[in-house]
């Protein structure tokens, strides 16, 4: 289940969105979007009705456009809550570029707390709008995926999208 980064007081609308790797739920407030998670991180009892939102039909729209290969970065309105420390580390994962990757540590340097490794990875794994912030573009130092919200597999295919990892039959 998702963590504390789940804006529930500020949810106006939600959508489902259908990609190719599986269900994204988006999730709105009247200021922007607030969430964009796997489907199976988000309780039912989120899911409110969906309610008209241009800030929805935006992310929708962007984010089939990244599925289709026509789209490398999101540029949308959020409206997300986290602290300094986790809204410093959320602006440098939107500065890694498609089909690149980073460390932990690259980050932790990037921001100016080089020792801060372990708190970029539970910053990383607070992200509230997944994809769209790019937290499965962070790998280990050592090259290996680790830790993702919707599963390693999920981390994996999202990166062979990008061109990061070539598909192994």
Request: net charge negative.
């Amino acid at each position: 289940m998702p963590g504390k980064n789940i804006p529930e007081d500020n949810i106006t609308a939600s959508r489902t969105v259908i990609g190719p790797f599986g269900e994204l739920v988006l999730l709105a407030s009247d200021n922007g979007i607030c969430g964009c998670f796997f489907a199976h991180r988000v309780p039912e009892e989120l899911i409110i009705p969906e309610n008209a939102s241009p800030f929805l039909d935006q992310a929708e729209e962007q984010l089939t456009e990244y599925f289709s290969g026509d789209r490398q970065s999101f540029d949308l309105k959020l409206d997300t809550s986290g602290t300094e420390f986790q809204k410093s580390v959320w602006d440098s994962l939107r500065r890694i570029p498609f089909g690149y990757t980073k460390s932990y540590g690259d980050i932790a340097e990037e921001i100016g707390n080089p020792k801060a490794v372990r708190a970029v990875g539970l910053a990383n794994g607070a992200n509230p709008v997944s994809v769209i912030v790019p937290c499965h573009r962070v790998i280990g130092a050592d090259g290996t995926l680790t830790g993702f919200g919707g599963g390693l597999d999920m981390k994996r295919k999202l990166l062979e999208h990008e061109g990061v990892l070539l598909k192994v039959n």
